[in-house]
């Protein structure tokens, strides 16, 4: 799970709202060894389907654990960088801001996903809907009030007269 400091970050805010990759959005980062780097709070796999093909699987997990685990198991081409567990240091920490600032920048800038907005303390997360023509509902006119059941009106008290007549038959 990603700590409290990434979870509140506006960038890594977007990337978990995503619903699916956007087009575009990059392979993992290898070390020297060639293992991938799955990212701190990473929720996506980037691995390709088979060596060699440059599709994503695109398959979206819960925590990162369960992306490499997915690594492990499904794309059994790959490596993954033997990971630490348990809490993230602080340059792990700024490393994983600074990718997810990367993602961010790079993909509103070519319009694609969710726009955050810094609303008060919460965030919000939403696609941007296509320019559609706003069509105004056609005003209705209220209903009229119902009939007033008071004593001193007359069908009250016709209906408790009536009432009481046949209370003595």
């Given at each position: 799970?990603?700590?409290?400091?990434?979870?509140?970050?506006?960038?890594?805010?977007?990337?978990?709202?995503?619903?699916s990759?956007?087009?575009?959005?990059?392979?993992?980062?290898?070390?020297?060894n060639g293992?991938y780097?799955?990212?701190?709070?990473?929720?996506?796999?980037?691995a390709?389907?088979e060596?060699?093909?440059?599709?994503?699987?695109?398959?979206?997990f819960?925590?990162?654990?369960?992306?490499?685990?997915?690594?492990?198991?499904?794309?059994r081409h790959?490596?993954?960088?033997?990971i630490?567990?348990?809490?993230?240091?602080?340059?792990?920490?700024?490393?994983?801001?600074?990718?997810?600032?990367?993602?961010f920048?790079?993909?509103?800038?070519?319009?694609?996903?969710?726009?955050?907005?810094?609303t008060?303390?919460?965030?919000?997360?939403?696609?941007?809907?296509?320019?559609?023509?706003?069509v105004?509902?056609?005003?209705?006119?209220?209903?009229?009030?119902?009939?007033?059941?008071?004593?001193?009106?007359?069908?009250?008290?016709?209906?408790?007269?009536?009432?009481?007549?046949?209370?003595?038959?």
């Amino acid at each position: 799970m990603a700590s409290e400091v990434l979870n509140k970050y506006p960038p890594y805010q977007w990337y978990i709202g995503l619903e699916s990759l956007p087009v575009g959005f990059p392979m993992y980062d290898v070390n020297l060894n060639g293992d991938y780097i799955v990212a701190t709070g990473e929720v996506f796999c980037r691995a390709p389907f088979e060596k060699g093909e440059s599709d994503l699987c695109g398959r979206k997990f819960v925590s990162r654990g369960a992306v490499i685990t997915h690594l492990k198991h499904f794309h059994r081409h790959t490596k993954v960088e033997k990971i630490e567990t348990g809490r993230s240091s602080g340059v792990k920490l700024v490393k994983a801001r600074a990718y997810y600032k990367r993602l961010f920048t790079k993909f509103q800038e070519m319009n694609h996903g969710p726009i955050v907005t810094q609303t008060g303390s919460s965030v919000q997360s939403h696609v941007q809907p296509p320019v559609q023509e706003v069509v105004q509902p056609q005003q209705v006119p209220p209903p009229p009030p119902p009939p007033s059941y008071t004593s001193g009106s007359s069908l009250w008290d016709q209906q408790c007269k009536e009432g009481t007549e046949k209370g003595r038959s």
